[in-house]
């Protein structure tokens, strides 16, 4: 049996569409087993065809064609064909109406693309290609057109029916159904339609914008729900003002709807006016979610807002500018996180992703460019590369030219472009005429792949009172692209002297493949404090001493780097306990560094979010990213025994510390809070990690019982580390827990995350156990990614066990997976992928889990592309 390989889209192919679509006028008569779908369309040539011979070639997937007629005259068999998902129109006239019926099942749609049913509500994804699972129609996103929308339903199952615009007639029709018609005057590609048909219940509030105009905000949720949307519709309002404060940007539309389902394969989606949210970044209250919930809340809010402009307003060509929306969005809604909460802990948090899932991705057989050549599939270009380092590239070019100037060209970008499907190549064209500065070199970021490193070498000259800072910078080579030109970053850096004062700060330029840069009037060998607040997304290598690094950690100016000496710092003494682990000698921790540790708690002028990200160690999954060849057993017991050896002989200053900040007043989410209950809770990890049975009583299983039912970021660190080793007190607290919240799905998931993170040698049979629990469902992404995702994922040392029974257990969920949910599949099978960077036995047995997975008939685009792309 042999698999044909799907054939590959490249950027280099695009070409104008030979018909453009004016407007599109849909019905929706959604039934109980199957919908019907009218759609009229106004039809064009396209003026800026490049064929001679026009063809009117239309996509669609799982759609049963009814009927087609053409300027009202019904088609017959011979005037079209179809072939391989598309509709290709023979003869047609050089402007016509089209008019296509056609019948979709939405009950029976698991792939949650297009058009299908979350607990008994109807709602659509069509980013990327769902719209053709909906209907016949030209899906790409340069297709911008005007659309109408009349949704006819059952009155009483589906009292509320949504789509994009502002809603301009409704009825109803007969006894049983009614219907609505919505109306959207903004040109819009069919990426951004959305349809929401249900029994749900409404938040609601408005928003005045600055120039005064009324906007009704409208969050939709299923029955049960309302009173935890609160944080949402504060945080809708707190983006669509910062939008306006700090970019200019106003909201457009009258309304402005967010509905929260349950079953959704991505974050959230921007649809023009109706953006649909999975449930996970809508509904938070103190007693279900953590700080992290409350904050991922905002940010995603923030995200599909800032959309209405940068990807709604002025949208993609292509699926290869993708990071013109997505880079350029982060980098909004990040931006928006640091205005509004703690800016360096923000920056902390956005460098931990890039490290975490971007850097593995750049060093990997799926390395590709932020501005992708080819794909096979686009939902695997979903990636932390388009959409992260896509963010980095932005903030670079803010550093570069400035803010004030980035905001010019940001106008001059949005004003030039409104209502356009455009390139990443206008954006950086319309950066470079606000600024004056070639961005030239700069574009290789878009087309090279790789994370760039940085050599540094430093030297001083006392006579001259001058130092000296040597660059080195290379790239390593990536699938396709073995040489690598130079890049042109910002690389900002600060000189402290002795006594940790500031004596310069600046930003250098760096273009070529080694520079050096010499600084004057330095009275003495400064302290570098490199790669200010991270301004450039590279590997940076520079030979500092403990000292520097402990000198820095207490005294830099800049907040970021402060963390960051810290990050090296314990990455070295954990990579060199690594290397005693190996050749079997006994562990110690290096002298000083228990004094080190204990400064850091004293440091009482830092914010205490701060602290708390300061007092914690690299991730597992960083640290493997340090070495050449993953040993995940050494790194996990190292990192253990560290933590384990710090709470032991800090354990008075913990105490203190967690007492200090322990309190029983009412959830409240402000930087204050959130940082107190971060410190404790840090503080708390490390305490759980001793064997003092007396101590977990005294203070975890006290917090938790306190918190259980009003204070999720409580009672999940409370248990997180009593279920994280093997405790005798384990099954208790998981029942008590599953007992108290087994009727909320989003604390369900956290149940199950806990499980599935735990170190005890047997976690992967209870997970295997769990996938048959009343609480998992393998059809809803939220339960794959909470017990498989963060089994694979965030369990590196039982996943990867020697045995290779996680490999196999995972090739059999994403094989179930790949009839179900591509994507998802798709998104499971990526721990696999990065086989080569694990021993040679580990090797084999992953390698054989792909080659299985690939031999399998009827595999699906997304899960064949990435497998055969990590198998080459
Ligand atoms: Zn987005």
Redesign the pocket.
């Known amino acids: 049996m042999k698999n044909i390989s799907p054939a590959a889209v490249y950027l280099k192919d695009y070409t104008p569409s030979d018909y453009l679509i004016d407007t599109v006028d849909l019905e929706f008569e959604l039934g109980e087993t199957s919908t019907r779908v009218k759609s009229k369309l106004t039809v064009r040539e396209n003026p800026a065809s490049l064929s001679s011979a026009k063809k009117l070639i239309l996509n669609g997937e799982n759609v049963l064609l009814k009927t087609i007629l053409l300027n009202g005259k019904e088609l017959t068999k011979t005037d079209f064909k179809i072939q391989e998902n598309k509709l290709i129109i023979s003869a047609v006239p050089a402007k016509f109406e089209l008019e296509i019926h056609t019948l979709i099942k939405p009950q029976e749609n698991t792939s949650l693309t297009g058009l299908y049913q979350s607990n008994g509500n109807f709602c659509t994804q069509c980013e990327a290609h769902g719209f053709s699972h909906i209907t016949y129609f030209l899906d790409r996103p340069d297709m911008m057109a005007c659309y109408t929308t009349t949704i006819i339903a059952d009155k009483e199952k589906y009292p509320i029916l949504l789509s994009n615009g502002n809603l301009v007639a409704s009825g109803s029709l007969g006894k049983d159904k009614h219907w609505v018609k919505w109306e959207d005057p903004f040109k819009k590609p069919c990426y951004l339609f959305a349809l929401v048909a249900g029994d749900l219940e409404r938040v609601q509030d408005e928003f005045i914008t600055q120039s005064g105009r009324r906007v009704d905000l409208h969050i939709y949720v299923e029955k049960g729900n309302k009173h935890k949307c609160e944080h949402a519709m504060q945080a809708v309002k707190k983006a669509m003002k910062w939008d306006e404060d700090t970019f200019g940007r106003e909201y457009d539309l009258d309304i402005y709807m967010i509905v929260a389902v349950s079953d959704f394969n991505m974050?959230?989606?921007?649809n023009k006016g109706l953006n649909i949210f999975n449930t996970k970044y809508i509904l938070a209250s103190p007693e279900t979610a953590t700080d992290d919930d409350f904050l991922h809340v905002e940010s995603v809010i923030a995200?599909?807002y800032?959309?209405n402009w940068s990807?709604n307003r002025v949208t993609c060509r292509d699926w290869f500018q993708l990071s013109l929306?997505?880079g350029l969005?982060?980098f909004r809604?990040q931006t928006f996180t640091e205005d509004t909460m703690s800016a360096a802990v923000a920056r902390i948090h956005a460098v931990n992703d890039l490290r975490n899932s971007q850097f593995g991705e750049d060093a990997g057989p799926l390395a590709h460019p932020v501005r992708p050549e080819s794909y096979v599939e686009i939902n695997n270009f979903y990636t932390a590369t388009v959409?992260n380092k896509g963010a980095e590239v932005i903030r670079m070019i803010q550093t570069l030219i400035g803010k004030e100037i980035f905001r010019q060209g940001l106008d001059l970008y949005f004003s030039r472009h409104d209502g356009q499907a455009v390139t990443i190549e206008d954006f950086v064209k319309a950066m470079e005429e606000s600024s004056g500065i070639s961005l030239e070199q700069f574009r290789l970021w878009y087309s090279q792949a790789g994370t760039p490193v940085l050599d540094i070498k430093d030297e001083y000259d006392p006579h001259h009172k001058t130092y000296y800072l040597t660059i080195r910078q290379s790239c390593p080579a990536t699938p396709g692209q073995n040489e690598k030109l130079p890049f042109h970053l910002p690389f900002k850096i600060g000189l402290l002297n002795g006594s940790g004062e500031e004596m310069f700060e600046t930003v250098l330029q760096v273009k070529k493949q080694v520079e050096k840069f010499k600084f004057d009037n330095i009275s003495s060998f400064p302290i570098p404090s490199l790669l200010r607040s991270f301004s450039a997304p590279v590997k940076l290598h520079f030979s500092y001493s403990d000292e520097q690094l402990q000198f820095l950690m207490q005294h830099d100016t800049d907040l970021f780097n402060r963390w960051e000496a810290g990050t090296k710092y314990w990455v070295r003494v954990i990579l060199d306990l690594v290397n005693d682990f190996q050749v079997k000698k006994k562990l110690q921790l290096p002298l000083g560094l228990i004094n080190v540790f204990s400064a850091l708690l004293q440091q009482a002028e830092l914010d205490k979010w701060l602290l708390a990200e300061m007092l914690t160690l690299p991730s597992e999954r960083y640290l493997a990213e340090q070495m050449t060849i993953i040993d995940v057993d050494a790194i996990h017991a190292v990192r253990e025994f560290v933590i384990t050896e710090l709470a032991n002989q800090l354990k008075q200053d913990f105490i203190e510390t967690y007492k200090k900040n322990h309190s029983l007043n009412t959830y409240q989410f402000n930087l204050q809070e959130v940082g107190r209950r971060q410190l404790k809770n840090r503080c708390l990890d490390y305490l759980v990690h001793l064997d003092d049975f007396t101590l977990h009583e005294q203070l975890a299983l006290s917090q938790f019982a306190v918190a259980l039912k009003n204070n999720m970021t409580d009672t999940l660190s409370a248990i997180k580390y009593l279920t994280y080793v093997d405790s005798p007190l384990q099954g208790k607290i998981l029942t008590q827990f599953y007992a108290a919240w087994k009727h909320d799905p989003l604390v369900v998931d956290k149940w199950l995350s806990l499980q599935a993170i735990s170190k005890s040698p047997d976690t992967l049979d209870k997970v295997k156990l769990l996938t048959q629990h009343e609480a998992f469902d393998i059809k809803n992404p939220n339960k794959v990614y909470a017990l498989i995702g963060a089994f694979a994922r965030h369990n590196p040392v039982r996943f990867h066990s020697a045995k290779g029974e996680g490999y196999l257990f995972l090739t059999d969920i994403v094989l179930e997976l790949n009839a179900l949910n591509p994507q998802i599949a798709a998104r499971m099978v990526t721990p696999l992928t990065d086989w080569k960077r694990y021993d040679i036995h580990r090797q084999g047995l992953m390698q054989r889990s792909l080659e299985m997975i690939l031999k399998t008939k009827s595999l699906s685009r997304d899960v064949h592309e990435l497998v055969s792309k990590s198998l080459q």
């Open positions: 974050g959230a989606m921007e995200h599909e800032c959309h990807g929306k997505e969005t982060i809604d959409y």
